[in-house]
């Protein structure tokens, strides 16, 4: 089956520690994002990364950080330096930057 | 900087009712244009698209939607609900520049279906 998965769906981290959200797709898709889904916020471009080796900062990048060393991973490390990291995470993916994106089932992330 | 409005945050509607969903983006240029929806524990998953033709474009499940382009506007609806329907719906649009692109996503509008 194609798809993305992330892993894991429930996680529980202590306040100042780092944790890092998982993120593979088989779909061959060159770009791959990272969205922060809170309550009557809609969806927020934490990362992206067109191409391997390559990522851009989107619209709420500060406290996190990821990498793209091989095509169908994208990580995500939510830092201690996120004042608000409890929140569900969504990684998506895409042939290119034009069509539609596919979307993962998601992390929600508490930080206690 | 552009920006995507859903109006509608919550709506109620009982099995049969017809749906509108608003939503409007504030950029004048080239979009792709997005309804997404994430029925309960589901992933996100595309309702429909337009990216160019007729603007009246039609979905999954019965749903359409309406590209005016003066208006801004890509609204959705279904001409009668599901209580199988009722989930977050999330337009979406895609502004293509020369730089790259940006994919920007409305708030939400979560639709409950009453039997």
């Known amino acids: 089956d194609g798809g993305i998965t992330q892993s894991p769906k429930y996680l529980f981290r202590k306040e100042g520690q780092n944790v890092t959200l998982s993120c593979e797709q088989n779909?061959?898709?060159?770009?791959m994002y990272w969205y922060r889904q809170d309550p009557g916020q809609g969806l927020r471009l934490i990362y992206y990364?067109?191409?391997?080796?390559?990522?851009q900062k989107g619209d709420i990048a500060e406290g996190y950080s990821v990498s793209r060393e091989k095509k169908e991973s994208f990580p995500l490390t939510v830092t201690s330096a996120q004042k608000n990291p409890t929140a569900f995470y969504l990684c998506?993916?895409?042939?290119?930057?034009?069509?539609?994106?596919?979307f993962g089932p998601g992390t929600r992330l508490t930080v206690l | 900087a552009q920006s995507v409005s859903q109006h509608n945050h919550h709506v109620i509607l009982s099995e049969a009712a017809s749906l509108e969903l608003g939503c409007n983006y504030s950029?004048?240029?080239?979009?792709?244009l997005f309804w997404y929806v994430q029925y309960p524990g589901q992933h996100l998953q595309l309702l429909l698209k337009?990216?160019?033709?007729?603007?009246l474009v039609k979905g999954i499940k019965g749903f359409e939607a309406e590209f005016i382009k003066s208006k801004f506007s890509f609204n959705l609806r279904k001409p009668s609900v599901q209580w199988s329907d009722t989930a977050e719906y999330f337009c979406?649009?895609?502004?293509?520049?020369?730089?790259?692109?940006?994919?920007?996503f409305g708030t939400g509008t979560q639709l409950k279906v009453e039997l």
């Open positions: 979406a649009v895609n502004i293509l520049t020369g730089g790259g692109n940006k994919l920007t």
């Open positions: 337009y990216f160019s033709g007729d603007p």
């Open positions: 998506a993916s895409s042939p290119d930057r034009i069509n539609e994106q596919f």
């Open positions: 990364s067109q191409i391997v080796n390559d990522f």
């Open positions: 779909l061959n898709h060159d770009a």
């Open positions: 950029y004048g240029g080239t979009v792709n």
